[in-house]
Structure formats: structure tokens, C-alpha cells
């Protein structure tokens, strides 16, 4: 099985940046995924890291150390559509994903 | 439009009834994929099928079957819907099992 922690919550002011640590313990590993989710919406995909480093798409960027079981999700320049939650994925050996419970963002004017 | 669509939206459900989700892509995605979410507990795996004509257990599989009969279409049904079995489900898609989920709008189910 897998254990998969991130925050519950996090708040932050339009403009800043936030980070959301992921971090987790699994039996294989095959990549690592984030997901947003607004509220009563489907997950929409993110980012994806399988190897070390740093991911950068636009505003979001994604971190992975595979040595440590940790990745975090940055923020930048937030807006307030960014409000949601964010959803870390882990795949395992078998190619499946386990979920974290999600951390929800909450963007402040 | 491609994507995913699942139906009903919503429904509410007598214990004991039968009740069957669906799940349609157009992607021609091999891949497919239940989730059931619950607050504080994430996305759970039901079950899923990697190509049509298979279909494999999840993390919570019990009171749950599925079909894939096409690459297009994944039902997921209750034989015998109980309580605990409220919550959000979503159906999501990949172009094999190596690749990215995409999700479905969801279904709310709600059994009393």
C-alpha cells in the first residue's frame, strides 16, 4: 500500500506564492503526479515528475526527490481562480495511483 | 467535444437497490478507470481495465463490479447499494496504463 501525506490546508494573498508538500512511502514508484480540483469539479492534471528536480509550467512548477519521498507543488503569482484543492498522486509499481487526501488552497484578496 | 462523460449527475438510492454508473470516452483511451471520493480520504481505485475485454481490483473493490465489452464504455455497478456507498464517483481515462488520467465530471451518489 502506499501513504501519501500533504496539508489539509493552506491560505495565502493574491500576488504571493504558496508551496504545498507531498510527501510518501510506497512499494514501487513510477512517477509522480499533481491534480487541482475546484470544488464539485473533476481532478484536471497538473504536472508529472518521475526523475529529480524541478518541472516548470507557467505559474505552477512541481519538485521531486525520489531519495526523500518528498514533492512539493509551487504556486506563483496567485490568483484567485487558484482557489482548490490540490491533489498529489503517487504510481506505483504496478502503474496504479494512490491519492493523497488533497490540500486545499484558499486565496485571499 | 472528446472527453469523458459519466451519467446520472446525481442520484439518490434506496439501500438494497441496483444501480449502475456510466462511463463513455471518446479518446480511444485503452485504459479506464473507477474512483470513489470521500472527504478527508482522497481518491480511492475501485477498479479498472487496461484494455477492453479485461478488468482488474482496485484498493476498494467489494460491493463493485465492472465491464469494458468496448474500449469505449466502463459501467460500474451496485449489486446492492448500502450506506457507505455515498459518495463521489469519478471515471477516468488514459491512452494506456502508463500514461496520464483524465477524469470525468463525476457522479454523486447518495444511498439512504
Known amino acids: 500500500g502506499q501513504n501519501i501525506d500533504q496539508p489539509t490546508e493552506m491560505t495565502a494573498t493574491e500576488g504571493a506564492i504558496v508551496q504545498i508538500n507531498c510527501t510518501y512511502q510506497t512499494s514501487g514508484f513510477n512517477g509522480l503526479f499533481w491534480y487541482q480540483q475546484h470544488a464539485g469539479e473533476a481532478p484536471t492534471f497538473l504536472s508529472y515528475n518521475v526523475l529529480d528536480g524541478l518541472e516548470e509550467k507557467g505559474r505552477f512548477s512541481s519538485f521531486l526527490s525520489r531519495s526523500k519521498g518528498y514533492s512539493y507543488l509551487l504556486l506563483k503569482e496567485l490568483q484567485m481562480k487558484d482557489s482548490a484543492s490540490y491533489l498529489c498522486a503517487v504510481r506505483d509499481g504496478d502503474y496504479k495511483l494512490s491519492f493523497g487526501a488533497g490540500t486545499t488552497v484558499t486565496v485571499r484578496a | 467535444i472528446a472527453g469523458i462523460t459519466q451519467a446520472p449527475t446525481s442520484q439518490i438510492l434506496a439501500a438494497g437497490r441496483r444501480m449502475t454508473l456510466r462511463c463513455t470516452q471518446d479518446?480511444?483511451?485503452?485504459?479506464m478507470y473507477w474512483y470513489r471520493q470521500d472527504l478527508g480520504l482522497g481518491l480511492r481505485l475501485i477498479h479498472y481495465?487496461?484494455?477492453?475485454?479485461?478488468?482488474g481490483k482496485g484498493e476498494v473493490p467489494d460491493g463493485y463490479s465492472v465491464s469494458r465489452a468496448n474500449t469505449d464504455d466502463f459501467p460500474l455497478t451496485l449489486a446492492s447499494a448500502v450506506p457507505s456507498q455515498t459518495s463521489v464517483y469519478f471515471c477516468?481515462?488514459?491512452?494506456?496504463?502508463?500514461?496520464?488520467?483524465?477524469f470525468g465530471p463525476g457522479t454523486r451518489l447518495t444511498v439512504l
Open positions: 477516468a481515462s488514459s491512452r494506456t496504463g502508463e500514461d496520464t488520467q483524465y
Open positions: 479518446m480511444r483511451h485503452n485504459a
Open positions: 481495465s487496461n484494455t477492453a475485454g479485461t478488468t
